[in-house]
């Protein structure tokens, strides 16, 4: 199956530089597994095909994530608007369940719905090698442990630095700011998201394929992970 995979976006690779100078790109990313801000999802290697739209400061993208045993997937929306160094974000992540028959996409009541519900604001100044995110769980699934609207909300702070031959090293640190599905909805402030990220752009002739590896820690759960990324995108 893997093998397989491996196969599907090589060839993939092969049609970039026909859609480059579009504003319309096609993405494949396969994870050895599954960390998302310090949470872990599925229990195996994960694909991710994705579609974007981006002019201007303005971008949307659709996305998907599969793992290759069936223990997660996930279907995602995004809009976003980029002014100077902020970018201001809504996102839709909605999850099926692993048979998915039971599954209804266009129910939004908020006691019934699949979808979770996200506005974000990040920051990314051009000059200095930062970034920081806040975002906040406006409506969908997410309910406390008395089913209301919990607002679970997330913190980031991030730097990395550039070495010669298009390598990078990046930190991040990311704390749930509340009683959140980041803490069993039982705990308030936590760090729960440790990054550690080495990132290389491999090139072959024209194209870049960016690899990476992230050593994440969870101090909240006292989890560990090491996993490797692979993304093609035209």
């Known amino acids: 199956m893997l093998k397989r995979i491996l196969v599907l976006l090589f060839c993939a690779a092969l049609f970039q530089q026909e859609l480059a100078a579009q504003n319309v790109h096609l993405s494949m990313e396969l994870r050895s597994k599954y960390l998302w801000r310090g949470q872990e999802y599925g229990s195996s290697p994960v694909l991710f095909p994705g579609i974007s739209y981006g002019k201007g400061g303005f971008a949307a993208y659709a996305m998907g994530g599969y793992a290759t045993n069936a223990s997660h997937s996930e279907v995602d929306l995004g809009l976003s608007y980029t002014w100077k160094d902020l970018t201001l974000a809504f ?3 909605y999850y099926p369940t692993a048979a998915g028959e039971g ?6 009541k908020s ?3 699949g979808h979770w519900m996200e506005a974000t604001l990040g920051w990314a100044p051009e ?3 930062l970034w920081a995110l806040l975002s906040t769980y406006i409506g969908g699934a997410d309910k406390d442990l008395d089913g209301n609207q919990a607002f679970s909300s997330y913190a980031e702070i991030g730097t990395y630095y550039d070495f010669p031959g298009d390598h990078r090293l990046s930190l991040a640190f990311g704390a749930a700011l509340n009683e959140s599905f ?14 550690l990220r ?15 590896a992230d050593w994440i820690i969870n101090p909240f759960r006292e989890k560990s992970f090491l996993t490797f990324s692979a ?4």
């Open 111 to 113: 006691r019934e719905t």
């Open 103 to 108: 599954d209804r996409y266009f129910n939004f």
């Open 198 to 212: 080495y990132t290389y752009n491999a090139k072959i002739g024209d194209w870049t394929l960016p690899l990476s």
């Open 127 to 129: 000059k200095f090698p």
């Open 231 to 234: 993304l093609i995108s035209f």
């Open 91 to 93: 996102n839709d992540y």
């Open 182 to 195: 980041y803490t069993d909805y039982a705990h308030g402030l936590n760090v729960v998201n440790i990054d």
